[in-house]
C-alpha cells in the first residue's frame, strides 16, 4: 500500500475521481441533472483509467523479469 501513496498515477485518479464528485454534487445542488450525469460518468471513467494504467504498468513488468 505504501507503493501506491507514492504512486503520482494513483494521486492523479484520486484527484479526478474526487472532483468528478464535487461535480456531481454541484449539480446535485444547482438541479441540473447533465452536470450530475458528467460528474459521475467521468467518476467512473478515471478509475478505469487508472486500473488501465496500472494494469499496462504489471504486464511490461512482466515482460521484463522473462
Given amino acids: 500500500m ?3 501513496l507514492k504512486s503520482r ?3 492523479l485518479a484520486a484527484a479526478a ?3 468528478s464528485i464535487g461535480t456531481s454534487i ?3 445542488t444547482i438541479g441540473i441533472p447533465a ?3 458528467t460528474g459521475t460518468i467521468c ?3 478515471s ?3 487508472y486500473a488501465a494504467a496500472e494494469a499496462y504498468v504489471d504486464g511490461e513488468a512482466v515482460g521484463k523479469k522473462d
Avoid: H, P
Fill in 47 to 49: 478509475a478505469g483509467i
Fill in 35 to 37: 452536470i450530475t450525469i
Fill in 2 to 4: 505504501k507503493d501506491k
Fill in 26 to 28: 454541484a449539480g446535485l
Fill in 43 to 45: 467518476s467512473i471513467v
Fill in 9 to 11: 498515477k494513483f494521486w
Fill in 17 to 19: 475521481f474526487l472532483g
